[in-house]
């Protein structure tokens, strides 16, 4: 199959377990095809020449006719390059969302060029993509990533990867971090980093002559959550938080950012056609060289652990270990697919992190009161002073709430994608297989049929009142939904619950005068559009 390149074939051949994973791929395909096809009333054949009259479940009873896309509302082809090359709509994406909401509806069309895409912004609609979803769902054509590891002889993760090769590697590692009790085991690591973020944030102050603020949050939060994710990914500690950062971090936090700040480059990386790079070549240069970086930081940190146990073995000691080790030992996956697992999983789980919590101390010094009750529950559930693992968390709502409420008024991926694998209806229209859709998360999150008033900042909104209250919703999913969704949502949530409770615990969070109002912007994912500066004063014990 196309989608196998050839160095995750290679594996295949050698792994009986892969063989297996292929027999129950095709299995499992075959069997959501055919309960798609009963779900829809697609008869086999009718999959091929599109049904005038096919229908869905709920339009069955009034044979409504669908809809084609031609029918479909959105902007003109010309209105959206404007919008987009003219008017920088590349970092408005969250703003066009609720725009294009506003006047095309629940669900309309855009056109980029010669991609189409359809935009789903309404709960439901958004639960009936999500619900309907195959084995193995595709979000986005990943066509550069893919070719940057075929040329370099390396292997697809979890992000880059499609079809069998992500679901071998998505059922090895959905056993190992999925579930809160997975992470949970983490707490003692995660806190010692929380340790570490507390005394850089009493060294960037003093380096101020309030002696209260610091700057940029988020360059602190992102050390935070480099060293968090890496503690937990790696078994080891990178140095994030000390003065002098170690120089193969310093390269790695150098790609990474290459990555990102360069973000439009990226993008144009995959965009611009193969046959133009002679003439502009600095995109894919500078996309292959991050991930150069990324790659190498990675191998070097597997490298390390898997000599470390090979001397084990060879002095006769039993292996203990967290992650890294268990997958190193197990072998369900080749070292080259958990270089490439752990150098994706690294670079998603960082800058989403950090993000967060930016937005979350920022939130919660501009709501002094709802910080005051948050603290109020945190030192009576806790006690003054005691440090909270994993297993408090379920008695601190509030601070689950506040993770929760930050998400859904700066849900880091503003819009989620998925192909469609399948002929599809949604909102009365036909979708046909292989359309892009785009999930708008971000309009939902603040649609008040979802939330009732949806901009007033309130993590209360998620605490249940009784065991039937509903406060969940499709309406804000900053973590998608199902088998595709984020494999490290305990990962993140175990790093940002820890540190909020204990940032809460030791500091009132006010906002410096040098912050006013700090708006959103979209660069790839959503993120402060400026720096945000913030005063952390010691609260008296
Ligand atoms: C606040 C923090 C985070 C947010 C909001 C977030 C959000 C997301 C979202 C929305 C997706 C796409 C889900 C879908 O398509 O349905 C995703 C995928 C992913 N995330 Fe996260 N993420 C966060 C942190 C992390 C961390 C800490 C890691 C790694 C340790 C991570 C690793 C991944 C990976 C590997 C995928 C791709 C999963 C797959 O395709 O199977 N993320 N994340």
């Known amino acids: 199959m196309a989608i196998l390149n050839h160095f995750a074939t290679a594996c295949w ?30 008869s086999a054949a009718g999959e ?15 044979k409504t006719r669908l809809k ?5 509302p959105g902007p003109s082809a010309l209105s959206n390059f404007i919008e987009f090359f003219w008017r920088d709509g590349f970092s408005r994406v969250h703003e066009i969302q609720m725009e294009h909401r506003k006047k095309y509806g629940k669900i309309f069309k855009s056109r980029f060029g010669p991609q189409l895409v359809v935009s789903v912004a309404d709960r439901d609609l958004v639960a009936e993509v999500l619900r309907a979803e195959g084995v193995a769902p595709q979000r986005a054509n990943m066509e550069s990533w893919k070719e940057y590891r075929d040329m370099r002889g390396r292997s697809t993760g979890l992000i880059s990867a499609e079809g069998e090769d992500w679901l071998m590697m998505r059922s090895v590692l959905r056993q190992l971090v999925m579930r809160p009790r997975d992470v949970a085991v983490f707490s003692d690591d995660v806190n010692q980093v929380v340790d570490d973020l507390i005394k850089r944030v009493a060294i960037l102050r003093n380096q101020e002559s309030d002696g209260a603020t610091v700057l940029n949050v988020n360059d602190l939060f992102f050390k935070y959550a480099m060293e968090g994710v890496a503690v937990i ?7 994030c938080l000390e003065n002098q950062i170690p120089q193969e971090t310093q390269d790695y936090i150098g790609a990474l950012h290459l990555m990102f700040s360069s973000f439009k480059t990226t993008m144009y990386a995959g965009a611009i056609p193969k046959w133009l790079r002679p003439v502009i070549p600095k995109p894919w240069e500078e996309f292959c060289f991050s991930w150069d970086g990324l790659f190498k930081f990675s191998s070097i940190h597997v490298d390390k652990r898997l000599a470390e146990i090979k001397a084990q073995l060879e002095r006769g000691e039993e292996v203990k270990g967290g992650l890294l080790t268990h997958m190193l030992i197990t072998k369900e996956m080749s070292t080259e697919e958990i270089y490439a697992n752990f150098t994706e999983m690294l670079l998603a789980g960082v800058d989403t992190t950090s993000f967060t919590l930016s937005w979350a101390c920022y939130l919660l010094a501009r709501h002094p009161q709802i910080q005051q009750q948050i603290f109020t529950e945190v030192t009576e559930t806790l006690g003054p002073g005691a440090v909270a693992t994993a297993d408090d968390v379920p008695r601190l709502p509030l601070i689950r709430g506040l993770v929760k409420e930050t998400l859904r008024f700066f849900p880091v991926l503003p819009g989620n994608g998925r192909i469609t694998q399948d002929d599809l209806v949604v909102g009365g229209y036909f979708i046909p297989k292989g359309t892009q859709l785009a999930l708008c998360h971000y309009s939902t999150s603040f649609d008040e049929e979802n939330f009732g008033d949806a901009s007033d900042f309130r993590p209360d909104r998620w605490i249940r009142k009784d065991s039937t209250d509903r406060v969940d919703n499709f309406g804000s999913i900053p973590f998608g939904y199902g088998i595709r969704s984020c494999i490290g949502k305990r990962i ?19 906002v410096s005068p040098l912050t006013t109002d700090v708006k959103a912007k979209t660069h790839g994912l959503l993120c402060p559009a400026a720096p945000i500066h913030l005063q952390f004063i010691d609260r008296e014990n």
Not at 68 to 72: C, G, I, S
Not at 233 to 239: D, Q, T
């Open 68 to 72: 084609t896309l031609k029918e479909m």
């Open 48 to 62: 091929k020449a599109m049904p005038e009259r096919l229908t869905t479940p709920a339009d069955v009873g009034k």
């Open 492 to 510: 993140a949530e175990l790093e940002m619950h820890l540190a909020l409770t204990r940032l809460i615990q030791k500091f009132h969070i006010g």
């Open 233 to 239: 990914l790696y078994e080891s500690r990178l140095g």
């Open 13 to 42: 051949k050698n792994m009986q377990g892969y063989r297996l994973n292929k027999q129950l791929f095709v299995f499992l395909r075959a069997l959501h095809k055919s309960t798609a096809r009963e779900e829809f009333g697609i």
